[in-house]
């Protein structure tokens, strides 16, 4: 169909809507005045709803169009196929006084769109000049309801002046005047404000104070952690101190290092360095209680003790402390480290290294191999001693009640270590891979 129009110069102009104007003013939310709120409500919201009326009304008439908008795009053949016959037939002439008939049609029928365009514009204006008369009516009405509440508010306003300078000046049934009320209430007002600010003093001092509670909870935890990684290091504890006695513990609490300062006054304990009077070392295993290698350990560090007798005189004063502590320590370590390889000898031993039985006896360690590949069994009974603060292992005894091992091959063993560190698991091992493995 388009084509059949083109060939008679006959186009269909579509005009484009004219586009909206913006309003010159457009305020936010915060900075509306009443006066914006008005004309939103008696003014713009009404003028909107009018025209999306007209623009409901107008998409249903576009819709209806659209269908024979789509007629342009099809053959003449398709739409009128008795008028392509008869073209088809006509001759120029006739063809030509088609064509301006056809033009006379098509201008007569840009008139009729354009006077239905003016009809719709005269129904939209007169919509809304009657929303707006409406909006005017309603408007009016509001300000006369409220002209007489203003005058009603005012004539009460009035009432209550006249009523309240009368109790301003007598009060009401022998009550106090409204001045004495007003002076009470400022009073009160004064003491809450005081009340108020010291509340705030007590809350940020209450703020500060806990400031520094979670400081101190900061230090201690962290003063825990450092205690707690100290006493991973070292071997004692302190337990207590006073003005001139300071215990400290070794071993679990077994073994408690008692050092006795003394006494020149009240100042004796603030002093930086006090002489010490006496060193005493009290054990506190209970031996009936305990296992055979905590007694083996506890008897070693008595011998160590015991052979060292000028105590104070090696550590006279508070500042020999540290030392003495290092030295005792020391001691400790490895006889609780040789403790530790007994039980755990004890424990594993026999699954891993053929041990039928392990006991202690005062410093001696009683071994009894056997196994069953070597068709051997023998006892072995090693000494422990400490000697320059170190565990040394001797062959004490020696019994073979199965099998050709000899002590030789035991002394061999044995002389074939250094005392350093797990000597007995090292001895015990060899014993094993050279004579029962």
């Given at each position: 169909m388009m084509s059949f129009f083109k060939l008679f110069n006959i186009d269909f102009v579509i005009h484009?809507?004219?586009q909206s104007?913006?309003?010159g003013r457009l305020v936010s939310d915060?900075?509306?005045t009443p006066m914006d709120l008005w004309k939103e409500k008696h003014i713009i919201r009404p003028k909107q709803m009018v025209y999306e009326m007209d623009v409901l009304n107008l998409k249903e008439k576009v819709e209806g169009l659209k269908i024979r908008m789509q007629d342009l795009d099809k053959p003449l053949k398709i739409i009128n196929r008795p008028l392509w016959k008869e073209m088809r037939q006509s001759s120029e002439k006739e063809l030509k006084s088609f064509g301006a008939k056809l033009k006379e049609r098509n201008n007569f029928f840009r008139k009729m769109s354009k006077t239905q365009s003016h009809e719709m514009k005269e129904v939209l204006y007169s919509n809304l000049g009657k929303v707006n008369m409406e909006e005017q009516q309603k408007l009016r009405r509001t300000i006369e309801e409220v002209d007489d509440m203003i005058k009603s508010l005012d004539n009460c306003?009035?009432?209550?002046?006249?009523?309240?300078a009368?109790?301003?000046?007598i009060g009401v049934d022998n009550k106090l005047s409204l001045n004495s009320l007003q002076e009470g209430l400022k009073k009160v007002t004064e003491t809450m404000a005081d009340n108020e600010r010291e509340i705030y003093e007590l809350e940020i001092q209450k703020k500060q104070n806990s400031n520094k509670v979670n400081k101190l909870k900061t230090e201690t935890r962290n003063l825990e952690r450092h205690i707690n990684m100290l006493n991973l290091v070292n071997e004692w504890r302190f337990r207590e101190k006073s003005d001139n006695c300071t215990i400290y513990t070794f071993l679990n609490d077994t073994l408690h290092l008692q050092l006795e300062h003394e006494h020149n006054g009240n100042d004796a304990a603030h002093e930086p360095e006090q002489k010490i009077s006496h060193i005493i070392f009290t054990f506190q295993l209970d031996d009936e209680k305990s296992q055979c290698h905590a007694r083996l350990v506890h008897?070693?560090?008595?011998?160590?003790?015991n052979t060292e007798t000028s105590w104070v005189e090696r550590y006279p004063t508070s500042r020999h402390v540290p030392k003495l502590l290092h030295d005792v320590s020391l001691v400790v370590s490895r006889c609780r480290l040789l403790g530790e390889e007994l039980r755990l000898l004890k424990m594993w031993g026999g699954l891993r290294l053929d041990i039928m039985d392990m006991s202690c006896v005062d410093t001696q360690v009683q071994i009894l191999f056997s196994s069953l590949r070597k068709l051997s069994k023998?006892?072995?009974i090693l000494s422990v001693s400490l000697v320059d603060h170190v565990c040394v292992l001797q062959v004490q005894s020696f019994k073979n009640i199965i099998g050709n091992v000899t002590i030789k091959q035991i002394q061999d063993i044995v002389a074939s270590f250094i005392p350093a560190k797990k000597l007995l698991t090292k001895i015990v091992r060899k014993i094993y891979d050279d004579l029962l493995c």
């Open positions: 484009n809507p004219r104007v913006i309003p915060a900075d509306r306003i009035c009432e209550l002046e006249t009523e309240l009368a109790v301003e000046k008897k070693l560090l008595s011998q160590y003790i023998f006892e072995v």
